[in-house]
Protein backbone atom coordinates (compact mmCIF):
# COMPACT_ATOMS: atom_id res chain seq x y z
CA UNK A 1 0.00 0.00 0.00
CA UNK A 2 1.43 3.69 -1.17
CA UNK A 3 1.24 5.89 1.68
CA UNK A 4 1.34 9.91 0.78
CA UNK A 5 0.27 11.58 3.95
CA UNK A 6 -2.70 14.09 3.57
CA UNK A 7 -1.67 18.10 3.94
CA UNK A 8 -5.24 19.42 4.24
CA UNK A 9 -5.05 21.37 0.46
CA UNK A 10 -8.49 21.89 -1.56
CA UNK A 11 -7.46 18.68 -3.84
CA UNK A 12 -7.98 16.78 -0.69
CA UNK A 13 -11.34 17.55 -0.19
CA UNK A 14 -14.00 16.15 -2.62
CA UNK A 15 -16.17 18.19 -4.96
CA UNK A 16 -12.83 18.02 -6.82
CA UNK A 17 -13.20 20.72 -9.27
CA UNK A 18 -10.91 20.98 -12.79
CA UNK A 19 -10.48 24.80 -12.17
CA UNK A 20 -8.15 23.46 -9.73
CA UNK A 21 -5.27 21.24 -11.72
CA UNK A 22 -2.92 21.61 -14.72
CA UNK A 23 -3.69 18.44 -16.48
CA UNK A 24 -1.16 16.55 -18.80
CA UNK A 25 -3.02 13.54 -20.52
CA UNK A 26 -0.93 10.04 -20.56
CA UNK A 27 -3.07 8.50 -23.13
CA UNK A 28 -5.93 6.17 -23.26
CA UNK A 29 -6.32 2.50 -21.31
CA UNK A 30 -8.21 -0.10 -23.92
CA UNK A 31 -7.68 -2.65 -21.36
CA UNK A 32 -11.08 -4.75 -21.45
CA UNK A 33 -12.53 -2.64 -24.28
CA UNK A 34 -12.69 0.59 -21.49
CA UNK A 35 -11.21 3.28 -23.02
CA UNK A 36 -10.10 4.61 -20.02
CA UNK A 37 -8.66 8.25 -20.08
CA UNK A 38 -5.75 9.04 -18.14
CA UNK A 39 -4.05 11.96 -17.26
CA UNK A 40 -1.30 13.49 -13.96
CA UNK A 41 -3.32 16.39 -13.25
CA UNK A 42 -1.08 18.93 -10.86
CA UNK A 43 -3.15 20.86 -8.21
CA UNK A 44 -2.32 24.60 -8.59
CA UNK A 45 -2.66 25.10 -5.02
CA UNK A 46 -0.02 22.93 -3.29
CA UNK A 47 2.03 21.42 -6.68
CA UNK A 48 1.04 18.12 -5.36
CA UNK A 49 -0.27 15.33 -8.55
CA UNK A 50 -2.78 13.57 -9.12
CA UNK A 51 -3.54 10.03 -11.06
CA UNK A 52 -6.71 10.48 -12.81
CA UNK A 53 -8.64 7.81 -14.24
CA UNK A 54 -12.34 8.63 -16.21
CA UNK A 55 -13.94 5.72 -18.17
CA UNK A 56 -17.91 6.24 -19.65
CA UNK A 57 -19.81 3.82 -21.12
CA UNK A 58 -21.78 4.79 -23.76
CA UNK A 59 -24.39 2.57 -24.66
CA UNK A 60 -24.94 2.48 -20.47
CA UNK A 61 -26.56 5.50 -19.01
CA UNK A 62 -25.18 6.54 -15.49
CA UNK A 63 -21.67 4.32 -16.38
CA UNK A 64 -19.14 7.46 -15.80
CA UNK A 65 -16.72 7.05 -13.15
CA UNK A 66 -13.40 8.47 -11.92
CA UNK A 67 -10.50 7.74 -9.48
CA UNK A 68 -8.16 10.48 -8.60
CA UNK A 69 -4.80 9.45 -6.20
CA UNK A 70 -2.00 10.94 -5.17
CA UNK A 71 0.98 10.08 -7.13
CA UNK A 72 4.62 10.49 -5.69
CA UNK A 73 7.27 11.84 -8.12
CA UNK A 74 8.99 8.34 -8.07
CA UNK A 75 6.44 6.70 -9.37
CA UNK A 76 5.77 9.11 -12.09
CA UNK A 77 8.25 7.63 -14.59
CA UNK A 78 6.50 4.04 -14.38
CA UNK A 79 3.16 4.81 -15.07
CA UNK A 80 1.51 3.83 -18.17
CA UNK A 81 -2.25 4.05 -18.97
CA UNK A 82 -2.59 0.13 -18.34
CA UNK A 83 -1.10 0.09 -14.99
CA UNK A 84 -3.28 3.36 -13.84
CA UNK A 85 -6.13 1.69 -12.40
CA UNK A 86 -3.58 -1.15 -10.57
CA UNK A 87 -1.95 1.60 -9.29
CA UNK A 88 -4.81 3.55 -7.59
CA UNK A 89 -6.10 0.24 -5.90
CA UNK A 90 -2.35 -0.08 -4.39
CA UNK A 91 -2.82 3.43 -2.81
CA UNK A 92 -4.18 3.88 0.95
CA UNK A 93 -7.06 6.14 -0.22
CA UNK A 94 -8.12 8.02 -3.32
CA UNK A 95 -11.46 10.38 -4.20
CA UNK A 96 -13.61 9.03 -6.48
CA UNK A 97 -17.02 9.84 -7.95
CA UNK A 98 -19.19 9.88 -11.09
CA UNK A 99 -22.91 9.10 -12.49
CA UNK A 100 -22.27 5.48 -11.96
CA UNK A 101 -21.76 6.50 -7.85
CA UNK A 102 -24.44 9.55 -8.06
CA UNK A 103 -21.93 11.26 -6.51
CA UNK A 104 -19.15 13.97 -6.90
CA UNK A 105 -16.82 12.51 -5.02
CA UNK A 106 -15.82 10.55 -2.03
CA UNK A 107 -12.70 8.95 -0.29
CA UNK A 108 -12.00 5.10 -1.18
CA UNK A 109 -9.71 2.31 -1.17
CA UNK A 110 -9.36 -0.62 -2.57
CA UNK A 111 -10.84 -2.14 -5.34
CA UNK A 112 -11.69 0.28 -8.35
CA UNK A 113 -15.13 -0.48 -9.30
CA UNK A 114 -13.87 0.21 -13.12
CA UNK A 115 -15.66 -2.58 -15.40
CA UNK A 116 -18.92 -3.03 -16.72
Known amino acids: MKIIPKINCTCEQPPL ?37 FVEYEHYSRSGRWYSGLISEDDLSVIIPENAIQYLESLEWYVYGGSYFASAGSIGSGKARIDL
Do not use: A, M, P, Q
Open 17 to 53: HYFNYKKTSLGIDVTNGRYGEVSIDECIHCGRKWLHY
